[in-house]
């Protein structure tokens, strides 16, 4: 059973360039969840999907949009990257209604230039 | 907003010794939930307290959620090599429309000394 699955896993690019970071969610998950980690910091939600729509929203700009496909799986794509937006980046899946945790893959290391 | 704060930001025990780090969130919660990042890892699930007062262990960690339900603690008996990492808890936020985001503290970084 195939855990959450991210790729890249890590990623260099220049300010100004835009990124697209995927996620497979758990086998039988159907809501991704994206978190940025700073350095040093905890990490911090982005967006959810579910049902292929944006569910909830946390305090990013614009230039931080996403997407979720039948399948379940999801992309993050990130335009005119900031020096700022050097991160962690963290796909986290889960069942709707199901208490509990939720299951993070092993993340995509942005370097912005 | 709702913010989740953790103390100590680090701490340094030798083997052997014990460990606590303190969660404090800014409204009440309707759960609390715990996680485990090893040092260039991702962070993994440890454990949810739903109730007022829910004491949870698990082996050698003890997890508390306040009568408040506003603050929790992770107590580590006897800390090992193995138990190295950031502990990070995590509230629900805002819920919208049924869906919740996770609004985690900043971490507690432990480090044991063989």
């Known amino acids: 059973d195939a855990g959450v699955t991210q790729s890249p896993t890590h990623l260099i690019k220049t300010r100004g360039q835009q990124v697209t970071l995927r996620c497979s969610p758990k086998?039988?998950?159907?809501?991704v969840s994206w978190y940025q980690q700073a350095l040093g910091q905890g990490p911090q939600f982005i967006f959810q999907?579910?049902?292929?729509?944006?569910?909830q929203r946390g305090n990013f700009p614009d230039r931080f949009s996403g997407h979720q496909f039948p399948n379940y799986s999801s992309e993050l794509n990130v335009n005119a990257l900031l020096l700022g937006d050097s991160a962690l980046y963290l796909c986290a899946s889960s069942l709707v209604g199901t208490p509990g945790g939720v299951f993070f893959g092993q993340g995509t290391r942005l370097t912005v230039v | 907003g709702q913010q989740v704060m953790q103390i100590p930001q680090y701490q340094h025990v030798q083997e052997g010794e014990d460990f606590t780090t303190y969660c404090n969130s800014s409204t009440t919660l309707s759960n609390i939930q715990w996680y485990k990042q090893r040092p260039g890892g991702h962070p993994v699930f440890l454990i949810q307290?739903?109730?007022?007062?829910e004491v949870k262990k698990q082996k050698r960690l003890t997890f508390q959620f306040g009568e408040a339900k506003k603050n929790s603690s992770l107590h580590i008996t006897a800390t090992q090599t193995t138990d190295v990492g950031t502990y990070f808890c995590?509230?629900?936020?805002?819920?919208?429309?049924?869906?919740?985001?996770?609004?985690f503290g900043a971490g507690t970084r432990l480090a044991v000394h063989p």
């Open positions: 086998s039988g998950h159907d809501t």
């Open positions: 999907y579910y049902e292929e729509e944006e569910r």
């Open positions: 307290l739903v109730k007022s007062g």
């Open positions: 995590a509230g629900p936020g805002t819920v919208s429309g049924g869906y919740n985001k996770l609004i």
